[in-house]
């Protein structure tokens, strides 16, 4: 696979995306990280709360008897990957590119650390911040918070761990190609056109699915929260969270090739894997969270 790619396939992705498709379509919308971080907050255990209460309320903006919620800190970091001191120094660490059709993630060709102004992945960056979380204090540690909600949901969006096309950025659809038709609102109001394929999965599908994302998090607690799959879940490993949702995608047939329709039938076999991948993503943040609180002991070690 290493020569499979003479350039540095982020470096191509940068360039691409800032001509092409501007800012906005490079992760979960602002609902499926609020979706994502609020399940998390729900499973928090009393030291991982309390430690979160105490890095929020470092945050002069917030009041003294009040804390925010992690789901009003999951965007943070898409608003950062372009405005921030240092422009575009995080822009690598929302996704993997994994090719499509591989099914192991393989840390040489796809974590590149040759341009480290772009960051290098959401794999590495999420294994570095459990120790950042721990280790650190003040703005760094709040820096960090934000960083790890926004990722560990990046992490379970299929596209974020797919290659071709940019992520699936690459295959634009007008209103016209989007058929289904979703619980609370047409397609047509779900979505802005032009579209692309990554952007229906970051927020027009979740919308078509539930558009309001508390009645989203509702719903999944009832539902795909109280499977086999969730209870038993012990995942753990960030590399081991892009392989599944980069296996799931090909699973569950989510590709489909630029100007096809998506009809009643993909919105029919996909939702599912939304569901799937918003609660593995919440409940595992949760662990990641009680995890790093669990202890104050510098450097972080992984449990073995
Ligand atoms: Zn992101």
Not at 146 to 160: L, M, R, T, Y
Not at 246 to 251: L, Q
Request: aromatic share 12%.
């Amino acid at each position: 696979m290493s020569n499979r790619f003479p350039f540095s396939k982020s470096w191509i992705f940068l360039t691409v995306v800032f001509t092409i498709f501007g800012s906005d379509a490079w992760a979960w919308g602002e609902e499926g990280h609020s979706i994502v971080a609020e399940i998390a907050q729900r499973r928090l255990t009393q030291n991982a709360a309390q430690a979160i209460t105490q890095i929020l309320r470092a945050n002069p903006n917030s009041t003294p008897y009040s804390t925010p919620s992690l789901a009003s800190i999951s965007t943070w970091a898409d608003e950062v990957r372009y405005n921030g001191p240092k422009p575009n120094e995080t822009y690598n660490w929302h996704f993997v590119d994994i090719p499509r059709q591989d099914t192991h993630y393989d840390p040489a060709t796809e974590c590149p650390k040759e341009k480290p102004e772009q960051g290098d992945c959401v794999i590495n960056e999420l294994s570095r911040l459990r120790n950042e979380l721990r280790c650190t204090a003040g703005d760094q540690q709040l820096r960090a918070l934000k960083f790890a909600v926004h990722f560990v949901g990046d992490i379970h969006q299929p596209f974020h761990t797919v290659w071709e096309n940019i992520g699936g950025n690459g295959i634009t659809f007008t209103t016209d190609k989007l058929q289904f038709k979703g619980k609370t609102c047409s397609a047509d109001k779900c979505s802005t056109p032009p579209d692309n394929l990554h952007k229906m999965w970051d927020t027009t599908l979740i919308r078509a699915m539930e558009y309001n994302w508390p009645t989203f998090v509702d719903d999944l607690e009832a539902g795909w929260l109280t499977t086999d799959a969730a209870k038993n879940d012990n995942k753990d490993d960030p590399v081991a969270w892009a392989e599944d949702a980069h296996n799931a995608a090909i699973a569950f047939n989510v590709w489909v090739d630029a100007g096809a329709t998506l009809d009643q039938a993909y919105y029919d076999r996909v939702t599912p894997l939304i569901s799937q991948q918003l609660g593995f993503a919440g409940i595992r943040l949760a662990r990641y969270l009680n995890d790093v609180f669990s202890s104050s002991q510098c450097p972080y070690t992984p449990r073995q």
